[in-house]
């Protein structure tokens, strides 16, 4: 789990994403800075990891 919030992005991204799902661009948007490589891999990351509760609902966009 430390590695998990270790990650530069990570917390940033956590803070966008609790409140509501929200779809990538809106993320990448409320986050300065931020690539679009960057996110895409923070994201990817997440998926590949066998946590119980992944951060993403495609549907809906993706949540914490």
């Known amino acids: 789990m430390l590695e998990k919030i270790a990650d530069?992005?990570?917390i940033m991204?956590?803070?966008v994403?609790?409140?509501k799902p929200s779809r990538f661009n809106?993320?990448?948007?409320?986050l300065d800075g931020i690539t679009h490589k960057?996110?895409?891999?923070?994201?990817?990351?997440?998926?590949?990891?066998?946590?119980?509760?992944?951060?993403?609902?495609p549907a809906a966009g993706w949540q914490a």
């Open 13 to 15: 991204i956590l803070t």
């Open 38 to 57: 960057s996110l895409a891999d923070a994201l990817k990351e997440d998926l590949n990891k066998s946590a119980p509760n992944p951060m993403v609902v």
């Open 26 to 30: 809106e993320i990448k948007r409320r």
């Open 8 to 10: 530069k992005w990570t």
């Open 17 to 19: 994403i609790c409140p």
